[in-house]
């Protein structure tokens, strides 16, 4: 018997490593359109999972640092604005949702909006990264690792760290798909912030750590962002802009925006 079980689980050992080894994503099409001023790009990317026959679309807005920066956008009060009205009324060239809020609609973690720290540093396993931007640079850090400083213009605490160094993290949830908005960067001057259909965390760390998923960018680092129903991507396109709006009001949202020194 011990035997029979045996040769039957190197058998399905054998199975899984082969439709591992089929597997994996692949970019079926990708699309480029920049904004007015050519500062922000807006990839949309089609991939599609070899074996399983998963597909994702993603967009996401991509700039440099030395033309453009973040905005965390917060809205305290009732009535809260959509994306696409916030973003309008901010000049931003693209935004998305933020982070995650409590059920009155309070920040959960760390927001810090035009300097000002509006909620604090909050110590939570899932709140495991920061997204900021200070001075010419845009960071995305482990929560533990932050340093808050004057020179924090904006900064959201928000998680699961979804890339590190290039590579998908692992041990991410496979199983419950939804829609996903994040943020991601080269570490070498350029900046993302996309949305994507439905998929797994685990999956979205895949697709994020393959070369070209946004266009030319390699991601070394990205960061989970509020999802689900929260999740909204916006940009300011030549002829029309694009959007992908909420569907529920959101607490905060993440816009790019000119750097004021040009």
Not at 28 to 57: C, F, I, L, Q
Not at 145 to 151: A, D, I, V
Not at 206 to 223: D, Y
Request: hydrophobic letters at 45%; glycine letters at 8%.
């Amino acid at each position: 018997m011990r035997a029979a079980l045996w040769r039957g689980g190197a058998l399905l050992g054998f199975f899984a490593a082969s439709v591992a080894a089929q597997a994996g994503w692949e970019i079926e099409s990708s699309k480029r359109e920049n904004s007015p001023d050519g500062k922000v790009a807006h990839w949309t990317t089609v991939m599609e999972e070899k074996g399983s026959g998963a597909r994702a679309t993603l967009h996401s807005a991509v700039f440099e640092t030395r033309a453009a920066t973040l905005r965390v956008i917060d809205q305290p009060t009732a009535p809260r604005r959509d994306l696409a009205e916030a973003m309008a009324e901010s000049d931003a060239l693209a935004g998305v949702n933020g982070g995650y809020f409590d059920p009155e609609d309070a920040p959960v973690g760390l927001l810090v909006s035009g300097g000002r720290v509006l909620s604090p540093l909050r110590k939570a396993k899932l709140l495991s990264g920061i997204l900021s931007a200070r001075g010419n640079q845009i960071e995305i850090v482990r929560a533990s690792n932050f340093k808050m400083s004057p020179k924090v213009q904006a900064a959201l605490q928000c998680g699961p760290l979804l890339v590190d160094d290039a590579r998908p993290v692992a041990g991410l949830n496979a199983i419950r798909p939804a829609r996903r908005t994040f943020a991601a960067l080269d570490g070498k001057g350029r900046v993302a912030l996309g949305v994507s259909s439905s998929v797994s965390l685990a999956q979205l760390a895949r697709i994020l750590s393959l070369p070209h998923a946004l266009g030319e960018m390699k991601i070394a680092r990205a960061l989970n962002l509020d999802g689900g129903s929260s999740s909204a991507f916006w940009f300011a396109a030549s002829e029309k802009n694009f959007s992908l709006p909420e569907l529920k009001p959101v607490r905060d949202f993440v816009a790019i925006v000119p750097r004021p020194d040009r």
